[in-house]
């Protein structure tokens, strides 16, 4: 059925104007749709390329009701927003995707894994811990780890016991613990999901550690797993998203076991750092299949046309100031490397400051590059240390 369409094709307001905000608008934008960010800081990464920028905190009611105001939907980069007044203007008749009843859920590390655990989604053993302390973990069992239920606690979320409990290391807020998991690598799926229930995934990816101290995270798609592994990933994945009815872009972060099982780590509501690959080595990247779901046009085809690795380009670790990039020329003169550099003026140690995806016939040429263009680039500061 042909159906018209208005232009714009949509008014999209986007929560938070950090770099996903800065790579969905330009998907936006081809698909005819505007778009409006709310951030606190003007001129923000997203906001310089947005139709317009509001200047707001992401809690602040009133900047949050412009922003649905001035938007047919609003959608999210990040997901520690404030669901209650989400709620409320979801009451009163606005569209925000996903929804704020999904973000809620999400937020909370024990409320998200007890309903991929109600929906059968395979996860490590857990068990919630409302006031933590060593006896009560070493009750648990070790190998564990202790994942605090929102926010985490002076900065730390995550905290790992592998043969004793040390009481110093207890998070002291309420938390979730769980198995430790023996896993054989780290996965990623990201899966789109659209209003009518209709889903597309890309490949399954795996993230690389690296000995070397410069290469943080290379992530490299698709994962070195075979196929069954790789089918099971997608599965799992995708009876996630399903369980959460969730209806936008997720990033699904996994655990493939050294047993073959493939375990949900945790979800994440919105697009995500390991599906910038997309953007060079699909047809559909994730942010343009985030905006066709949210928005309610048909999902693209995800089909990954070259190999790739991603990584991040970090703040050097002890950049402070202004940036200064080292490496872009002898970066960008490589044939398959694409840089991406996020706008943000101000440099701190381990900052993301942008990435680099490299593509390639296949995944080793493309680690191998991307592994020497993140030994070759680095984002410094003008002031030192
Ligand atoms: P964050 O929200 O900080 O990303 P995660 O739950 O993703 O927290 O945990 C961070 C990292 O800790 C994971 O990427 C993984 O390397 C490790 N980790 C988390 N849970 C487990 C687990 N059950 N077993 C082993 N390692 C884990």
């Not at 995500?272 to 779901?293: D, K, L, M, P, Y």
Request: hydrophobic content about 45%.
């Amino acid at each position: 059925v042909s159906r018209s369409r208005p232009y714009p094709v949509a008014r999209l307001g986007i929560v938070g104007g950090g770099q996903l905000a800065r790579m969905i608008v330009p998907e936006a934008a081809r698909l005819g749709c505007e778009t409006t960010v709310l951030d606190p800081t003007p001129e923000s990464p997203g906001g310089v390329l947005a139709h317009r920028q509001l200047v707001g905190a992401l809690d602040d009611a009133e900047a949050l009701r412009a922003l649905v105001e001035a938007s047919d939907v609003t959608t999210f980069e990040i997901e520690t927003v404030d669901t209650a007044i989400l709620l409320e203007l979801e009451a009163q008749g606005h569209r925000i995707v996903p929804s704020p009843s999904l973000l809620a859920v999400v937020q909370d590390k024990l409320l998200q894994k007890e309903k991929l655990h109600a929906a059968g989604i395979p996860t490590s053993p857990f068990q919630a811990v409302d006031a933590p302390d060593a006896r009560t973990l070493a009750d648990f069992g070790l190998p564990l780890v202790q994942k605090a239920r929102r926010g985490g606690y002076d900065g730390r979320g995550v905290a790992v016991f592998k043969d004793v409990v040390v009481e110093e290391r207890v998070l002291p807020v309420p938390s979730l613990v769980e198995r430790f998991v023996d896993y054989r690598c780290e996965l990623a799926v990201l899966v789109a999901r659209g209003g009518g229930g209709e889903v597309r995934a890309w490949p399954a990816v795996e993230m690389v550690f690296d000995e070397r101290a410069n290469v943080l995270d290379l992530l490299l798609a698709p994962a070195r797993i075979d196929a069954r592994e790789a089918e099971e990933a997608h599965r799992v994945a995708v009876a996630a998203v399903e369980a959460l009815d969730g209806v936008g872009v997720f990033g699904v972060e996994l655990f493939l076991t050294r047993g073959g099982e493939v375990l949900v780590n945790e979800i994440a509501p919105r697009v995500h750092n390991s599906g910038h690959w997309t953007i060079e080595a699909c047809r559909t990247n994730q942010f343009e299949q985030h905006v066709r779901a949210v928005v309610g046009l048909p999902l693209g085809e995800p089909l990954q046309h070259s190999a790739a690795a991603m990584v991040n380009l970090l703040g050097a670790e002890d950049a402070h100031g202004g940036v200064a990039i080292e490496g872009l020329d002898e970066a960008l003169r490589q044939p398959g490397v694409a840089v991406h550099l996020y706008g943000k003026r101000e440099v701190r140690p381990f900052r993301k400051m942008g990435h680099v995806t490299v593509t390639a016939e296949d995944r080793e040429t493309a680690m191998a590059l991307a592994r020497a263009v993140s030994e070759c680039v680095a984002i410094r500061g003008t002031e030192g240390a």
